[in-house]
């Protein structure tokens, strides 16, 4: 499960926005609002793209976050 605040956090401090950040991705903005909302889950193409993108250093707490809690 993703957690979207700290999701949301990483993509403010890289200087983008969530719009820019599903392009990036490939997605429609709504496709990526479903994926931030746990709608629909990240692929893991998707989660290593992110790590990348933003300069995740720990993805547990953002994209594993009620299985790691």
């Given at each position: 499960m993703t957690d979207k605040l700290k999701l949301e956090i990483a993509i403010k401090k890289a200087g983008?926005?969530?719009?820019?950040?599903s392009k990036?991705?490939?997605?429609?903005?709504?496709g990526f609002y479903q994926k931030i909302n746990n709608i629909t889950e990240f692929k893991a193409s998707?989660?290593?793209a992110l790590v990348n993108m933003?300069?995740?250093?720990?993805?547990?707490?953002?994209?594993f976050a009620k299985i790691v809690d």
């Open positions: 983008l926005t969530k719009r820019e950040v990036r991705l490939g997605l429609s903005e709504m998707e989660i290593d933003l300069a995740i250093k720990d993805i547990k707490k953002i994209f």
